[in-house]
């Protein structure tokens, strides 16, 4: 592959010209990303601005220890994921392919650790809005507000995570076949500015879900 | 470098001619082939929507209602804004002359992202067909608006299949705008500076923009409101804890920016053919190209107009009232310039030019009829009438459709490589403009004495005016069948097209008729103005 990991198409004058084509065509993807959760953030915002005493009641039902450790992990794995990058400009495909399933194997542990036990527990408490919704009471509403915008959320982001995965599966599933080099990295340069975006977007998530409600 | 090098010599092959088989077509990466993929799945949808809109000027003949039920007048005005706001009007202009033309007019031999292109086309097939299904299992009685709790609670429809096909469309929209916007930061030839882009690029890049920032809120809004009506939890009703309100601002920060998509590109193929029909500049290039940007910009700040009568503050309302206005002047500024191209021209009145000029008088009067519902006490009586209806159908009818004639027919020899039957084509301008006015006039009329949209009967006063606009439809219809007939007739048996039939300047007039599949035999180099037409007759400049 690496013969023709320079070629380029016909509309482009340069192999570079194409390469830093595509990550702007990313960086305006994550743009419309910013706003498609833009809404949702928006819509947070505005129910929690109505309920504020049923949504910080909502929140302080969450599992702060969950919510942390995963953020950790996630600005963990994106750090890990960038070292890789580093190792690819140097030409080390070895270490790009070492570092991206470190990355991986950090990622899949959100997603255990968020659906396998956070969501899980969140079940059997019965805080998933609907007739047996567990809180009772004048908050009812704003804390089932809290939580319909808890699950969607935090579905919608892992969705955005299993995508992410499969696409460092691919960077792997590449490296491993030499795809890549010191000229010519690409894809594992556009799938991390994914990765990294969908890490942001958590950010925004774990305050509003675990922190906001929690102040004093 | 001459630009006449660029021509094909008879022998190459066109981007027609390359490759014959099914399978050249459906996994083509050529922008062309592409546009006309899109230009075969869009007209099919225009004539879904259209035929439900027949149906419903069919049941408005008499008062009681010509079909006798509210809930079939209900799914048929649904589908008609469903199909043809999502899968006509928002893709029309972009998806097959912005495909076709955005990279010959850049002197490129591409989009920046082929493949997307290609994905884009699938995505609006799978979500065209998840529509079809929405529509025939049952069709959905909620109005293109999906106003909640409507739509999550008692809606019996289809409105999750629906809402799914909206959502898919959009990523369709968003990776079309997203390669234009790349392919004309990206692509452009040697020379080809940001002044020199005809104003059709500028259009479609301003399109771009409200395509990839508004289309993923409406995304997001729509998720949001299956989830309410899936899982019956409350986002949106305020029986279970949401806010309608909520819903509202969310829907119209995209789908008031959404008439802009609708609009700006049909803006950029009348700013072409004007001067081309006229032999002369464009006025104020400098002005249109950035109304088209300041329209852009201001068409995200005026969503709020739409909720006059909603319950929000009476501060917004007359903020968003203001802004309203406010993105009524670059619109004014373009068809003053448009007009001053016009004087003193050289003008010859082909079916482009026809068309175009058609869309002037149509969208000025949908504009100016647009700032009667921006004032908030107008508003308040006109809000949810025929006024409303008739005022966007002459910006989004009378003007985009008039606009998306205009290109397809100037461009017609192009893209086809034969020439269209000239007198079928001003006859079908004239058919159109008649009929169209004929339909839509008397809706403002209507409105004004408080006939309400949306319901499939009315009180016998209103018979007159709703039996005339029938009338108009039935004419209406028979100009849009006409262009059918006759473009799919031309295909066949019109005239071989020349590289350059109308003389007009542009990158994409310096390549053959139809074009190469690589569009240029060598890049060319623009030196030149855009539409650097010399006015007939006059005396050349010594420069």
Known sequence: ?216 | MSMTATQAPPAAPSYLTDGFTLRSWLLTTDHKRIAILYLVSITIFFFIGGVAAALMRYNLIVPEGMIGSAETYNRLFTTHGVVMVWFFLVPAIPVTLGNFLVPLMLGARDLAFPKLNLFSWYLFVFAGLVVLYALFAGGVDTGWTFYTPLTTLYSKGHVVAAAAAIIIGGFSTIATGLNFIISIHRLRAPGMTWYKMPVFLWSLYATSVIMVLATPVLAMTLLLLAFERIFHVGVFDPAIGGDPLLFQHLFWFYSHPAVYIMILPGMGVVSEIIPAFSSKQLFGYKFVVWCSVAIAVISFLVWGHHMFVAGTSVYSALVFSILSFMVAVPSAIKVFNWIGTMHKGFIRFDAPMLYALGFIGLFTMGGLTGLFVAALAADVHLTQTYFVVAHFHYVMVGGMVSAYFAGMHFWWPKITGRIYPEMWGRAAAFIIFIGFNLTFFPQFILGYLGMPRRYHSYPADFQVLNVLSSAGASILSLGYLLPLAYLTWSLFYGKRASANPWGATGLEWQTSSPPLTENFLSVPTVTEPPYNYTPQGAVQPNV
């Open chain 1, 1 to 216: 592959m690496s013969e023709t990991s320079l070629t380029y198409e016909f509309q482009y004058s340069s192999a570079q010209h194409q390469a830093e084509t595509a990550v702007s065509g990313m960086w305006l993807f994550l743009a419309t990303e910013v706003l498609f959760f833009g809404a949702l953030f928006l819509a947070w915002i505005y129910a929690r601005h109505w309920n504020q005493a049923g949504f910080d009641m909502g929140a302080q039902q969450t599992s702060f220890v969950i919510g942390t450790a995963n953020t950790v992990i996630l600005i963990t794995s994106s750090f890990v994921y960038s070292a890789g990058i580093a190792f690819i400009t140097a030409g080390n495909s070895r270490r790009l392919i070492q570092f991206c399933v470190i990355a991986w194997l950090l990622g899949a542990a959100f997603l255990v650790l968020k659906f396998g036990i956070e969501w899980r527990d969140d079940f059997a408490r019965h805080l998933f809005p609907g007739a047996s919704f567990s809180i009772q009471g004048p908050l009812r509403s704003g804390a089932e507000s809290f939580f319909v915008l808890y699950f969607f959320g935090t579905a919608i982001h892992g969705l955005h995570m299993v995508i992410g995965l499969a696409l460092v599966s691919w960077i792997i599933l590449r490296a491993s076949r030499h795809d890549f080099s010191a000229s010519y990295f690409t894809p594992p340069l556009v799938v991390g500015l994914y990765w990294s975006f969908v890490d942001m977007v958590w950010l925004i998530l774990y305050p509003l879900i675990y922190l906001v409600g929690r102040g004093p």
